[in-house]
Structure formats: C-alpha cells, structure tokens
C-alpha cells in the first residue's frame, strides 16, 4: 500500500482551505484519509500554515510520500524556507501617474539646474 501525505481541499467554491492529511494513494483527493496532520489556509494575510511536525515525521519514517506542495509547506513549518512574497505589478493608470510625477521632478530639477 501507498501511502501520500497529501492536501485535500475543503471550503466553498473560490474559497479553498486544504486539510494536511496522510491518505493511500488511491483513495480520491477528498475520500478516505488515515490522519489529519495539518491545515493550509491561502487565503488568511499572511498565510495560515498549521503541520504537526512530530506525525509529519513519524509518517515520513514509516514510508510515507509527500507530495511537492505538502514538501513545500513542511519546509516553511520547519523554517527551512521563507514565504515567497507575491510580487505586486502596478496598474496602468498607477504606472502612468508615476512617469507624469518622475518627469515633473526631473523638470524642476532642470529648472533649479538653470537658476
């Protein structure tokens, strides 16, 4: 038997919140689980990570795999890896009033340059 540590997906539609849990492979992403080890929550700011490090480990030991995003999550429970942060891209409008302020700054700048 495979066992996966493994994210299943609870919440409401466009309002995920998984649950950590330790579940055969061939069980469905959202069936039956063995145990719940943890909680993922993307939505909260900043982001909600809950692994009980101690099963995490014993699971691990006894053979089971977890996946890449459940690696992921463990390493920043652990402190082993920082949080990415979400680089945020400036609007159009936002971009636009940012080149109109900086070409007014370097045209004062010009004209003080003169006097």
Known sequence: MSVK????RHGAKKRPYYRIVVADSRMPRDGRLI???GRYNPLTEPKTIEVDLEKVDEWIAKG???TDSVSHLIAIARGEKAEPEKKVKPSKKAQAKAAA???AA???AAEKAEA
């Open 64 to 66: 089971a795999q977890p």
């Open 35 to 37: 145990e719940e080890v």
């Open 101 to 103: 302020a900086a070409e």
């Open 5 to 8: 540590i493994r994210l299943a």
């Open 106 to 108: 370097a045209e004062a």
